[in-house]
């Protein structure tokens, strides 16, 4: 994965590089991962912070430079994972993150380590563990969220508080609220929702369906 982002002048661009590169939630401390799997983007901030426009020369900039990262592995990746070598015609990937400040000229190179205690690619991490599928027929839910939450907690042996249910909703990560009915929050026959599990301090994801009968 070629990640950029773009604020204002500034911008940065990371390389994610499996099986060795640190992935980009290698920086996150496990207790955000609830926040941080309720958004979108890890990076975007709360609603109400004022937006900084993006400029062209920037998104040009950092755009560019995902593309020369893309042709690196497009090209390299497969005789990195055969040799551990990368082909001296396109170059390594980056390592880090690449920071860009166009308004006062910077540009500098972050390292980061990979993370053993990461909740994603670490040693205990979501991408070492299989992810459950949940089929529930709705028909048992009664139209509750509540209900629905009680019948995953049930499947996860764990309590509704250590439960947290997602969905997709026209591209924006939407939590699902106790206490509604599932017509009114939208979640009907077909939907497929990501559930999130605390037990102390590990984390756990499962894929709930939603089916009928």
Same mark, same amino acid.
Request: proline share 7%; aromatic share 6%; hydrophobic share 35%.
């Given at each position: 994965?070629?990640?950029?982002?773009? &604020?204002?002048?500034?911008?940065?661009?990371?390389?994610?590089?499996?099986?060795?590169?640190? /992935?980009?939630?290698?920086?996150?401390?496990?207790?955000?991962?609830?926040?941080?799997?309720?958004?979108?983007?890890? /990076?975007?901030?709360?609603?109400?912070?004022?937006?900084?426009?993006?400029?062209?020369?920037?998104?040009?900039?950092?755009?560019?430079?995902? /593309?020369?990262?893309?042709?690196?592995?497009?090209?390299?990746?497969?005789?990195?994972?055969?040799?551990?070598?990368?082909?001296?015609?396109?170059?390594?990937?980056?390592?880090?993150?690449?920071?860009?400040?166009?308004?006062?000229?910077?540009?500098?190179?972050?390292? &980061?380590?990979?993370?053993?205690?990461? &909740?994603? /690619?670490?040693?205990?991490?979501?991408?070492?563990?299989?992810?459950?599928?949940?089929?529930?027929?709705?028909?048992?839910?009664?139209?509750?969220?509540?209900?629905?939450?009680?019948?995953?907690?049930?499947?996860?042996?764990?309590?509704?508080?250590?439960?947290?249910?997602?969905?997709?909703?026209?591209?924006?990560?939407?939590?699902?609220?106790?206490?509604?009915?599932?017509?009114?929050?939208?979640?009907?026959?077909?939907?497929?929702?990501?559930?999130?599990?605390?037990?102390?301090?590990?984390?756990?994801?499962?894929?709930?369906?939603?089916?009928?009968?």
């Amino acid at each position: 994965m070629i990640d950029g982002g773009i &604020i204002g002048y500034r911008g940065r661009v990371q390389v994610y590089v499996p099986p060795d590169a640190p /992935c980009p939630l290698c920086t996150y401390p496990s207790s955000e991962y609830g926040r941080i799997a309720g958004l979108r983007n890890p /990076c975007d901030g709360p609603a109400e912070e004022n937006k900084v426009p993006s400029l062209p020369t920037t998104i040009s900039l950092v755009s560019s430079i995902q /593309c020369q990262e893309a042709t690196k592995l497009i090209i390299g990746y497969q005789n990195y994972l055969k040799d551990a070598i990368w082909p001296k015609e396109t170059g390594e990937p980056l390592r880090g993150v690449l920071m860009i400040d166009l308004q006062y000229n910077r540009y500098s190179l972050m390292e &980061i380590k990979r993370n053993k205690s990461c &909740i994603v /690619c670490g040693e205990n991490g979501l991408a070492e563990k299989p992810v459950p599928v949940l089929t529930i027929p709705i028909e048992e839910t009664h139209d509750s969220t509540s209900r629905l939450y009680q019948m995953v907690a049930s499947r996860m042996k764990l309590t509704t508080q250590q439960v947290m249910l997602f969905f997709q909703r026209k591209n924006k990560t939407v939590r699902v609220e106790r206490g509604r009915s599932l017509r009114r929050a939208r979640v009907g026959v077909g939907s497929v929702m990501t559930a999130v599990t605390q037990d102390g301090p590990v984390y756990n994801e499962a894929v709930i369906r939603l089916t009928r009968l």
